[in-house]
């Protein structure tokens, strides 16, 4: 089997991107041949792992240069595209993340195509499904309600930069009511995806999976990190509103035993971040090592006693929570999105309710105090991320939705 995968970004920038890669190599291990074609970011490279592609325009948006130039770059770059996919001759596309409805628009005509979907972008003018108001998780499908409740209409009516991002955004929206499939990581994508019109027979259920590792040697490498008397907390992400980082700092604050916060991350909110540390007063026990490549993020998860997932947006999945279940470390959360399919409350973690600072608080206090708890609820993390979100799982699973795609489109 020939798959040809689109994406943005070609380096380990996130859970997405990780995902991809880890993708790539275990379908090559089952045999399929890949090839991948990417936006020209700046930091992508050509591996030489496979047969890679840097196509500029693949992931282009509308930009200060206006959007003739947008346009003239996109055809121009669909073009370029058209003449790949006849070169390949791919059984199927896999488009990754990318924002692109030209692109999109010509994968369809051109080929089978099943595209996996990691966040609200498809559906969302503003991105993360949060109401800019009150930055509360949004309810309502794409439509009238962007208006009413501001997301959208005074951008459009000044035509700024973010209306006319939202137009083709629109675009992009009824581009993919084309798609052969939708891949979705978690049911609650996929009531977003149903509730904003897509079809179920375009649908298929498909979580994240993690590397995994025999139980003997996580445990050795748990027992050479950790710090059991310093009560290490980890959080793992993106510096941004929607991952929670500033829940997180009020709700350590309220800690009554000691403990070291670090936090493995980098992005937009840093500025934020390092305020909120400076006025909570917690400078002697936040650590911030920075953006790390996933290898030296697996030490911060063998020291944990617990990893925080305070995420207060519609959480597609949430790889790092598998990672650190991988590692049979606890997880403490915030009950929103996907992450309830793969967070098992009282048996391999605690939830709490979404945005609320005394309930995570509780909940992280509690591990804290009751670390034999931790230790099983770890083990059981550890044991179902074996059972359900393995690449032994993954790959079959997804090679299956690639066969079932092709012969859709076979029978049309």
Not at 73 to 78: C, G, P
Not at 354 to 379: D, M, Q, R
Request: aromatic share 10%.
């Amino acid at each position: 089997m020939k798959i040809l995968h689109l994406c943005d970004h070609y380096r380990p920038l996130g859970g997405a991107e990780k995902l991809l890669f880890d993708t790539l190599l275990a379908l090559e291990a089952a045999g399929v041949q890949n090839t991948v074609v990417m936006h020209d970011y700046p930091e992508n490279r050509i591996s030489g792992a496979r047969k890679e592609y840097i196509l500029p325009g693949l992931d282009a948006q509308p930009g200060s240069a206006g959007i003739l130039s947008y346009l003239r770059i996109s055809l121009k770059a669909k073009k370029q595209l058209a003449g790949i996919i006849k070169h390949e001759k791919p059984d199927l596309i896999h488009v990754h993340n990318l924002q692109n409805p030209f692109i999109f628009s010509q994968c369809v005509k051109l080929a089978p195509v099943a595209r996996s979907i990691h966040d609200p972008r498809l559906y969302c003018f503003t991105d993360w499904r949060l109401l800019p108001k009150s930055r509360k998780i949004c309810p309502y499908p794409l439509g009238a309600r962007c208006v009413t409740e501001g997301c959208v209409a005074k951008d459009l009516l000044l035509y700024t930069l973010s209306g006319k991002r939202a137009i083709f955004k629109y675009l992009h929206y009824l581009a993919h009511k084309k798609a052969d499939r939708l891949i979705l990581e978690s049911k609650a994508m996929i009531s977003c995806i149903l509730q904003n019109g897509y079809k179920e027979e375009q649908v298929a259920l498909l979580p994240n999976f993690t590397v995994t590792h025999e139980l003997f040697e996580v445990q050795e490498r748990n027992k050479k990190y950790s710090v059991p008397e310093e009560n290490s907390l980890v959080f793992v992400g993106r510096a941004s509103y929607e991952k929670g980082l500033t829940f997180l700092l009020e709700a350590v604050s309220r800690l009554k035993v000691p403990f070291k916060l670090y936090l493995v991350t980098g992005g937009p909110e840093m500025p934020v971040v390092y305020q909120k540390i400076k006025d909570l007063k917690l400078e002697d026990r936040v650590i911030l090592p920075g953006v790390l490549s996933y290898e030296e993020t697996r030490k911060y998860y063998n020291k944990a006693a617990l990893v925080v997932v305070p995420s207060v947006w519609l959480e597609s999945f949430c790889l790092v929570g598998l990672e650190a279940m991988a590692n049979a470390k606890p997880v403490v959360a915030y009950k929103t999105g996907g992450i309830s399919d793969w967070l098992l409350d009282g048996s391999t973690g605690l939830l709490a309710e979404c945005g609320n600072i005394p309930e995570l608080a509780e909940k992280i206090e509690f591990l804290l105090k009751n670390k034999e708890t931790a230790v099983s609820f770890g083990l059981n993390g550890f044991n179902r991320v074996k059972e359900l979100y393995s690449k032994e799982v993954y790959i079959p699973r997804l090679i299956e939705i690639y066969k079932e795609t092709i012969a859709g489109r076979d029978k049309r």
